[in-house]
């Protein structure tokens, strides 16, 4: 994640409500990691001076999909005298599917 802000001021970066990273900006932007599990989360983000002043929390929703997608499906004609090859290909709705011919892309289409 990455924070802009006021140079010096303090960040406070909470996941679901629990507080995941704290710091000091002291880099524009601010680059912030922490361990986040998946699935849906609700993030948000303050900063506060040297004299407490806290500003509004910026929010930000993040999915966190780590799973692969189930294998393909894949039906072709063993055999066939024709140019252009007709095929069916089943996969999980919302992967994306790359066909390759011998390790060359032709193309990617969106379940």
Known sequence: MEIQGELGSFYDVQCDGLTVATGSVYLQPQTVAFAISEGIHQLSVTLADN????SAAVTA???????????????????????IATMS??????????????????GDQQV
Do not use: C, H, M
């Not at 929703?61 to 140019?83: H, I, Y």
């Open 51 to 54: 004299f407490g002043n806290r």
């Open 61 to 83: 929703s993040v999915t966190v999909d780590r799973t692969a997608p189930e294998t393909p499906t894949l039906t072709v004609p063993s055999l066939t005298n024709q140019k």
């Open 89 to 106: 290909v089943g996969a999980e709705p919302g992967s994306t599917l790359t066909v390759a011919d011998n390790g060359i892309n032709l």
